[in-house]
């Protein structure tokens, strides 16, 4: 594929970040209510290895995200992850649709 040229829209996934509480083995969804607040977390994750890819932060409806059945923990900071020994990394992500981003930007 030439640099130009857009990948067909079934090749391309993306992927909700996870991780696991030791408690109970559920995987938690990772969600920001700003893009602020998601760098916040970020940036330190990235830095520290944690999150080896990432390449988007997609806005998701809500309701979207509600409807994946997953638990979410909402503007969690990196730091606090890590000193809390109930949460691991390196969990399997969640694959989730592109098509139902939501495409109205503040």
Known sequence: MRGWEQPGE???????MTV???TDGQSVLLGFS???QAMVFMKPAVLAGAIPTVN????YPGETVVGWGLPVMVNP???ALCADARYE???PPL???PRL???VRE
């Not at 988007?56 to 806005?59: E, T």
């Open 10 to 16: 079934a090749s391309i996934s993306w992927e909700a």
């Open 20 to 22: 696991r509480d030791r």
């Open 34 to 36: 700003s893009l602020v």
């Open 56 to 59: 988007k932060l997609p806005r």
């Open 77 to 79: 900071t990196f730091e």
């Open 89 to 91: 990394f390196g969990t």
């Open 95 to 97: 694959r989730v649709d």
């Open 101 to 103: 981003e939501d495409k």
